[in-house]
């Protein structure tokens, strides 16, 4: 079982790394085109979301010193020294180019996709569901972290963060690898009408991206649907990784919001970082 899944991860891309009991999935196309990159698990920290529960993010939801030492041993999974940086997260389209290390510091600017050039600067999206997707630009060397719940999936998140790079640093799709990490799944994933509308609305071909449950509810893909986002703005195929792992099935490893808020009134959040460096 566990050597399928081994196999199965290998395959989509993706291989875990292991610090101090810190554990985390790393995209290895990506690494090998030089970025750092992981996605974080909820296993080796030091939060009490049942235990040792590395939780990175969701201040008012846990003690910022567990937050901060669950970062620290996070950021022990890359060799040398690191800067990262994130945002506040508002299910938005917003996307900003994080320039210097200067500019990392301001990492409480409501937005949803981080860009950057800088060296050695990790930039992070936190998640506990929602699809966190990574992009490196092999050419140039540029790379970003995106936010993309179903709301920031509506609003085309994605396409828009590849815009940014091709704005800020001359990005070509072509030269873009992205690594779509583990978020909750079609086998999981229930919405209701107002969802499966805000995407016909915008997406008169969404439809495949549900599967109907009961009345007025379906499952949706969101996986598929970022995806399908990248092809669109060019991305190839190949370079595309998406992580087989849905959080809702696997909360042994991952935070879940939908099963964990509403069992034990909160859930941790997940990380998943990209930075030029190895
Ligand atoms: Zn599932």
Known sequence: MITDEVTELLRAGFTWRESDGVRALVCTPLEQAGFANAFSTRLGGVSPFQQDALNLAGFNEDEAE???????????LFAGEWTLTSCWQVH???????????????DTMHCDALVTNVPRLLVGVKT?????????????????????????????????????????????????CA???PAAGACCYEVGDEVIEAFA????????LFTPTRAGHALVDLHRANREQLLAAGVSNEQIHTAPLCTMCRTDIFFSYRREKALHGRTG???AVIGLGS
């Open 179 to 181: 690594a779509i990490g």
């Open 92 to 106: 938005s389209a917003d996307v900003r180019t994080v320039r210097d290390l200067e500019d990392a510091r301001h």
């Open 269 to 271: 959040r997940l990380m």
């Open 128 to 176: 506990a569901d929602c699809v966190p997707i990574i992009l490196g630009d092999r050419r140039t060397g540029a790379c970003a972290a995106v936010h993309a719940g179903w709301r920031g999936t509506v609003a085309s998140i994605l396409p828009r963060a590849v815009e940014r790079m091709r704005a800020e640093y001359g990005t070509r799709p072509e030269d873009l």
């Open 201 to 208: 609305e915008k997406f008169p071909h969404a439809a495949h």
């Open 66 to 76: 567990n937050i901060y030492e669950n970062r620290r041993r996070f950021l022990r």
